[in-house]
């Protein structure tokens, strides 16, 4: 199977998001090995395990070939132009019945973000419905939300030039390697490394300090710390007069966060605290911190990530060498339909959480919720690619009845997921070595093109997709382009680039010059309301929100734990997965199973050992799952761990859609209570 060039290709991985160059060898048409590729400046010839698996993957033989419609019977494989005539008439009939809003578009973590992202959002626009749905309700937008509303931007971190690095609930030594191997050479250099973690990650072992926090407590750290740098007169007085807004109002509520306090509500150490504080301001502006997604899923998670986005801009850290550096957009063309049109339309969820609209997100929990109830509209149909909510979304049997009630469910993927197979269509995807489009390094601000070198039929890849299904609709106007190639050369065209331009330089180039201090060239530098860095957000005021980055602890902390006596932290990543991903393929799964990791201090008050099997309870469900011991000091007391994306112990049947911040609407997949027992 597979139609492709024989002999070696260079080109970007893209098991996971970092893109990382690699060398793809072909023999007899499929892919028979995958090495690093030493002209990539970022990756330099490193490669991860994942990508040795590329050709397991691409070619695995569970892979769907064909379009399969649900019928009394079971699956019946039908042709493309056949599930696309029937998807299409099937749309057309629920937007009479219910309205344009009743569909919903969505997209996953698999097929990445710009051009792809912006093909659905399009296609929903297109449609008119507002309801363009993806993985953003569980990544990222916390921290995009709780940074810009202090900021402005979201930096992109120049780990390599800076002397202190302080990574805060991340953990890129297995989510995104090109990182890791920067923090390490930057150590070399002689940069000071801090992790603040409940878990000990590869780099708290490499670290100069681990702070083995409580989960979701962050905001708690971070204003302890503004505490420390203020009464320590150890900001940047010249920065915060000159830049800032609400100083004062911050200094007065970091007050409140005195050394006892954050001790106990941390689990840090005092001593740990002003030792950290000490380090980062004495190599700031040289200092960065690298936030993750560990900060992202808790009740407090935007406004624990705005006390740290507060940090480094008090201490002038703000787009300096070896800072936090703010990168410059590219000018492209733009697919991405005009955000206030969309808004115009009522997205589902934004009467809940309507700083949404500052980063032009929706909410899929909500979603589910207008699906089951028909509030505030229905919602009928969904169309999804590059997805599997069953096993990443909070709630998960919230999810599944959710999508069986649907009047359609259309999944585009390589695999029959459990997703999909809830789904009336499911259409078989094309992997990201079948699509051509243009990636983009922001950091570097660099850009190049990452093209199709394999094809299998019936396997369309995101844009032929959308463009067959919106012709049938009448809607070709919104997808002019015959093909990927010419949405290529319309999106660079205001840059006077082409596609053989780029094709000249394999791994990229530079779109703009790095430059730093642009805030200097402006009198409102800022895009924020007021154009300076917002210490107290009037927005987030004028909201119902806390002006401040206020603190509010976690319920397991406050609340009586006898019930739920542990604390669950769900998804920290490993190497060989991304999210549900690549449990199927045996190169990367084989061995391992899924598991709850606890201390061994718990594991005795439990009377369990390595292996045993579990029921973990949350107030939503429960699941069995076997035990590993960690060893003592890995992970925090009352803490345990257990990763998504498994079929065989679903974690996400555990996490609540209910109790989510305020600010962004994420659910809360860390910090979780939980009981366990024996089976
Ligand atoms: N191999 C692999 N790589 C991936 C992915 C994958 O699934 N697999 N997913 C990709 C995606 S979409 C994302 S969003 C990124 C995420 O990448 P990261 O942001 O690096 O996320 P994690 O690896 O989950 O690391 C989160 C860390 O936060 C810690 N943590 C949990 N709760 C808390 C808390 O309350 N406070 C603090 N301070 N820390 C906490 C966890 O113990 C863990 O070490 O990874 C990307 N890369
Ligand atoms: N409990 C818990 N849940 C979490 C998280 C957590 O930390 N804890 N993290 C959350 C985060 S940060 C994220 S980003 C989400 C991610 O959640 P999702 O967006 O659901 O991402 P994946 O699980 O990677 O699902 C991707 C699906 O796309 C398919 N696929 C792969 N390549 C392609 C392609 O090129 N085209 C198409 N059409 N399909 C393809 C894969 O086979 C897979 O079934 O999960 C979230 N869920
Ligand atoms: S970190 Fe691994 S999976 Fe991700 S792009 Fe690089 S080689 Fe591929
Ligand atoms: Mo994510």
Redesign the pocket.
Known sequence: MGNSINGKVETYCRM???RCGIIINFADGRISDVTGSKNHPVSKGKICI?ARAIGDYVHSPKRLLKPLKKTPSGWEEISIDQALDEIAEKIESIQSKYGNRSIGVWKG?AVGFNQQEDYARRFAYALQTPNYLS?NTH??MSRVLGYISVRGHYPAPDVLNAKCIII?????M???SPLANMVNEAKKKGARLIV????R?GLANRADIFAQ?K????GAFALGLINKIICNKWYDEDFVADHTLGFAQLKNYAAKFTDSYVEKETGVPTETLNEIAKIFCNCSPQAVILT????E??QNAVNNIRAIACIGALTGCIDQLGGDFIPESPGLNRLRPDWEKVLQLGPVGYDKYPALARVQENHTLLAMDAILTGKPYPIKGIIMTGANPVLTNANAAKVIKAFSSLELLVVRDLFLTKTAELADYVLPGASFLERSEIIFYNRFQTMALSEKIIEFENCQCDYLFWRGLAARLGLQDYFPWQNEEEVNNWLLEPMGLTTDMLRKYPYGVQYAPIRYQKYKEKTKPFDTPSGEIEFASNYLKSLGYAELPAYTSPNYISANPSEYPFVL?S?????????SRYHNIERLAKGDKPVVEMSPEDAVKLGVQNGDLVQVASEVNSIKIQVKVCKQGDVLEGTV?IAH?WDEANVNLLTPDDKNDPISGFPLL??VPVCISRV
């Not at 805060?168 to 890129?172: E, K, L, R, S, V």
């Not at 998804?571 to 999210?579: E, P, S």
Request: aromatic share 4%; proline share 7%.
């Open positions: 996971c998001d970092e994942k973590e993985n990544c990222s805060w609930g991340a953990n890129p297995q989510s995104a603040i973690d409940p878990k990650t926090i989960p979701a407590a962050d993750g997604n560990g900060l899923h808790c932290i998804g920290a990543r490993k190497i060989r997965y991304c999210h761990h994306g860390k910090a």
